[in-house]
């Protein structure tokens, strides 16, 4: 979810505009994927360099977070969505981890889709702690399988579509691991504009791939 920043800046408001007006598309995007019955949807919402920002643009999105697990809570409960998370979460503020931990809860019995927050999430980060899980066990046969298994997104497969906005080109330390055969989708359009539709043009592309994992 890239460019709440820019979008901000060009209509003259602060970044923090660009942030709230970030969250409305969160709740449409989770929406039009639940339409077309993804069941795993994971937005990178705040990652473990996002802490270097300035302290006040850091607070803001922790209380926007807060406001948004509170008011979107009775609408995951009605559409059967478990909200996730990955990332090491207890570097989140009491507050805010409090309030996650309320609706993580509050969502575990929901079985039609996963929203996974990526928070405070660093894909080295992961695989850092991931390792450090596997040499605290007495396991000697460490194949590909034990790694996933001890990496945050244990519960999910391997994401099929990575969707960036905002034009950039890069992974910006996400999934890492588990990118490994994900297709990639490239937006112009700044994350606060994304619509209903330009998510279902990414599924459309997407649709078109032909995926052959190294084979021909
Ligand atoms: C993404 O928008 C939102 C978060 C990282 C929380 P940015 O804040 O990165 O927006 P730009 O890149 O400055 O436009
Ligand atoms: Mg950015």
């Not at 080109?169 to 539709?197: H, V």
Request: with cysteine.
């Amino acid at each position: 979810m890239d460019g709440n920043g820019r979008w901000a800046t060009a209509q003259g408001k602060p970044r923090s505009e660009g942030h709230i007006a970030g969250a409305a598309t969160v709740r449409r995007i989770t929406e039009a994927a639940r339409e077309e019955g993804i069941r795993y949807l994971t937005l990178y919402a705040f990652s473990s360099e996002n802490w270097n920002r300035p302290t006040e643009e850091v607070n803001m999105l922790m209380s926007l977070l807060v406001q948004h697990l509170s008011s979107e809570l009775s609408l995951l409960l009605k559409h059967g969505i478990r909200l996730r998370t990955i990332g090491n979460i207890e570097t989140l503020s009491d507050y805010a981890l409090a309030a996650l931990n309320d609706t993580l809860e509050k969502t575990a019995h929901c079985e039609n889709m996963d929203l996974v927050l990526a928070l405070s999430y660093g894909s080295r980060d992961e695989i850092t702690r991931a390792v450090r899980l596997i040499a605290a066990t007495d396991i000697k046969d460490i194949t590909e399988k034990t790694i996933s298994e001890h990496l945050d997104t244990s519960f999910m497969p391997d994401p099929d579509l990575l969707i960036r906005t905002s034009g950039e080109q890069r992974l910006s330390n996400f999934l890492l691991w588990q990118m490994a055969y994900t297709e990639f989708y490239i937006s112009p359009i700044l994350w606060p504009d994304f619509s209903k539709e330009d998510f279902r043009n990414a599924l459309s592309d997407y649709a078109k791939r032909n995926r052959r994992y190294g084979n021909i």
